[in-house]
């Protein structure tokens, strides 16, 4: 303080004292505080805030917050109709192989990968004094519009020939065969698609990432006790809405130009129309029904007013990847993303042409199902399991969700049992378990997270897993590669030695799935683990910036491979 007892500014006070501060000034209308609780050097553990302060209560059905849930539910919906697609369209309507299956699953999810960038972006500029609300807006207006153009553009014809005197008869649950057009055009529609698909999900990550920052922010602000909670109801939200996307895929798209024994039904367009008009309507959710503390601009008369300030926040963040509790939640991040992303290029073709999954059975259980049930086990730990150790529930769930995939593919490899009900099972059974490892990843980076840098910080954190995956998809399709199971062939004369090939890349995949477990002694085993983790970490600017170099080398490989290196490696587009 200097001699006229004037206040310092915030950011040279010392961080502690710079929190409170900006807390006081930041107070949002639907928080409550306890007034009658003590000062934090006697409020337990649970009843504290991330800051450290005594937490506050957050009345998130309030008109002010209510949004936020109208928000991620119109967000499962628009990423299940436009990334949830790849069987019906690319496979089973545009012809597309195994391999191009993986890459396009990897190119249409890219955006998510480049989350790091929306957060920086969130954090550090700004817009009208808002921080997450003005790229909300963005996200969802560049949803409108790329998704009115997908759903209006010139759609190609199936690559399929049916029968068409059996269709005049009402006969549509009937082979059909490639036609001998050549494989150039659908290439090329195929590769423009999902550049299309790709740039909605770009607009769409922007609008999320913000919403993520914004609850983070509140997060931060309740009991370490409950902490989470409302992450997963969000989440909740968000799977109800990738069920009610799942509900019409299913029913929209089961007729015989996408596979299914229908014999009339939609288009991936009208899908795409439907998800540009939800789309719009969550433009005025933002405005009216979401709430933000407007950041209090700089006042040269009052010394504590706060400016945002990039170069603070840019400090923070480098402080933030010097941590070396935060290196090892991250190498934890980046190692088991990859392991457990490996997928078989065979998984669809098996759908394709061993079950002859049809799109209705696939997302009534896969989609509507398996959503339900994954919203389950969000539920179920939240309820249950939010105090227990993290490193025990990942491990067995994961070994769980492993150990059914393996039996149920081995049987349908050797024509134990070919039915599509019983091949989707496995997806549907290990739903519960994938909630469970989901929220696990949600309340280690809510926990790791710091204040002030929330969009960054979080977003850092799923970045790292998101392009990490990108590495899984090249690793699956080179597993896949010497044993040829991206090609139909293989399938189509299904002789024993077709099944032992296929079986034995399998081999290689789920053993790669189970080395997961060789990264929990990284998984820190709780909240409070978490924050002894914190407090204990020591700095390394070099080990910082090394991270710093691989996750840009990921998101660049990820960028690359989905778009340029996939007619190196396909073998039969």
């Given amino acids: 303080m200097s001699a006229n007892n004037e206040k310092e500014p915030l950011a040279s006070q010392p961080q502690e004292q710079y929190s409170?501060?900006?807390?006081?000034?930041?107070?949002?209308?639907?928080?409550?505080?306890?007034?009658?609780?003590?000062?934090?050097?006697?409020?337990?553990?649970?009843?504290?805030?991330?800051?450290?302060?005594?937490?506050?209560?957050?009345?998130?059905?309030?008109?002010?917050?209510?949004?936020?849930?109208?928000?991620?539910?119109?967000?499962?919906?628009c990423y299940?109709?436009?990334?949830?697609?790849?069987?019906?369209?690319?496979?089973?309507?545009?012809?597309?192989?195994?391999?191009?299956?993986?890459?396009?699953?990897?190119?249409?999810?890219?955006?998510?990968?480049?989350?790091?960038?929306?957060?920086?972006?969130?954090?550090?500029?700004?817009?009208?004094?808002?921080?997450?609300?003005?790229?909300?807006?963005?996200?969802?207006?560049?949803?409108?519009?790329?998704?009115?153009?997908?759903?209006?553009?010139p759609f190609p014809p199936s690559?399929?020939?049916?029968?068409?005197?059996?269709?005049?008869?009402?006969?549509?649950?009937?082979?059909?065969?490639?036609?001998?057009?050549?494989?150039?055009?659908?290439?090329?529609?195929?590769?423009?698609?999902?550049?299309?698909?790709?740039?909605?999900?770009?607009?769409?990550?922007?609008?999320?990432?913000?919403?993520?920052?914004?609850?983070?922010?509140?997060?931060?602000?309740?009991?370490?006790?409950?902490?989470?909670?409302?992450?997963t109801l969000m989440y909740v939200c968000r799977n109800l809405g990738a069920v009610l996307a799942a509900v019409l895929k299913g029913f929209g798209l089961n007729w015989y130009d996408y596979s299914g024994p229908w014999c009339s039904g939609i288009h991936v367009t009208h899908m795409f129309l439907m998800s540009a008009i939800l789309s719009l309507i969550a433009i005025p959710v933002i405005l009216f029904m979401t709430s933000e503390d407007k950041l209090i601009p700089k006042d040269p008369k009052d010394p504590n007013s706060y400016a945002h300030d990039p170069g603070f926040i840019w400090g923070k963040t480098w402080e933030f990847l010097q941590s070396s509790a935060v290196q090892q939640i991250l190498l934890f991040q980046i190692i088991s993303a990859i392991l457990s992303s490996i997928t078989s290029p065979a998984n669809s073709m098996i759908q394709r042409y061993w079950v002859e999954v049809d799109n209705l059975t696939k997302n009534l259980i896969v989609g509507v199902a398996g959503g339900l049930l994954h919203a389950l086990g969000l539920a179920l730990f939240t309820r249950y399991l939010i105090g227990y150790n993290w490193n025990v529930t990942y491990g067995i769930t994961s070994y769980i969700v492993t150990f059914m995939n393996v039996i149920l593919t081995y049987l349908v490899i050797f024509d134990v049992t070919r039915n599509q009900y019983f091949y989707l099972?496995?997806?549907?059974?290990?739903?519960?378990?994938?909630?469970?490892?989901?929220?696990?990843?949600?309340?280690?980076?809510?926990?790791?997270?710091?204040?002030?840098?929330?969009?960054?910080?979080?977003?850092?954190?799923?970045?790292?897993?998101?392009?990490?995956?990108?590495?899984?998809?090249?690793?699956?399709?080179?597993?896949?590669?010497?044993?040829?199971?991206?090609?139909?062939?293989?399938?189509?004369?299904d002789d024993h030695e077709d099944r032992v090939m296929i079986a034995i890349q399998f081999v290689v995949v789920y053993a790669l799935n189970l080395a997961v477990i060789?990264?929990?002694?990284?998984?820190?085993?709780?909240?409070?683990?978490?924050?002894?983790?914190?407090?204990?970490?020591?700095?390394?600017?070099?080990?910082?910036?090394?991270?710093?170099?691989?996750?840009?080398?990921?998101?660049?490989?990820?960028?690359?491979?989905?778009?340029?290196?996939?007619g190196m490696i396909s073998e039969d587009i």
């Fill in 425 to 493: 099972s496995d997806e549907l059974t290990t739903e519960v378990f994938l909630g469970v490892n989901h929220i696990c990843g949600l309340l280690l980076f809510i926990e790791i997270s710091e204040a002030h840098t929330e969009g960054i910080s979080f977003a850092l954190m799923t970045t790292a897993a998101n392009a990490s995956r990108s590495i899984g998809g090249l690793l699956s399709n080179l597993i896949g590669y010497p044993f040829s199971v991206s090609s139909a062939d293989r399938y189509l004369n």
């Fill in 80 to 153: 299940t109709l436009t990334t949830h697609i790849n069987y019906e369209f690319f496979t089973s309507y545009l012809g597309q192989s195994g391999n191009f299956y993986n890459v396009v699953r990897a190119a249409i999810c890219l955006p998510w990968g480049f989350k790091i960038i929306y957060g920086a972006l969130n954090d550090c500029v700004p817009i009208v004094g808002y921080r997450r609300k003005p790229y909300m807006v963005i996200g969802w207006v560049g949803c409108v519009v790329v998704g009115f153009i997908l759903a209006f553009l």
């Fill in 518 to 566: 060789f990264t929990l002694p990284l998984l820190p085993s709780g909240k409070k683990d978490t924050k002894d983790l914190k407090d204990r970490a020591t700095r390394s600017k070099f080990k910082g910036a090394l991270f710093v170099v691989v996750l840009t080398l990921f998101v660049l490989f990820s960028f690359v491979y989905s778009f340029f290196i996939y």
């Fill in 20 to 77: 409170r501060n900006l807390n006081s000034q930041n107070k949002d209308p639907g928080l409550q505080t306890d007034p009658d609780k003590p000062g934090k050097e006697e409020v337990p553990f649970d009843e504290l805030s991330l800051s450290g302060d005594v937490a506050q209560k957050i009345d998130y059905w309030s008109l002010a917050h209510v949004g936020l849930f109208i928000q991620y539910f119109i967000v499962g919906i």
């Fill in 159 to 231: 690559r399929f020939v049916h029968d068409q005197e059996e269709i005049d008869k009402g006969n549509c649950d009937i082979e059909s065969r490639l036609k001998p057009d050549p494989d150039e055009y659908y290439v090329h529609e195929a590769r423009k698609y999902m550049a299309l698909l790709f740039l909605f999900d770009f607009f769409l990550v922007m609008g999320d990432v913000a919403m993520d920052g914004l609850i983070v922010q509140y997060a931060r602000k309740e009991p370490s006790s409950t902490r989470g909670r409302a992450q």
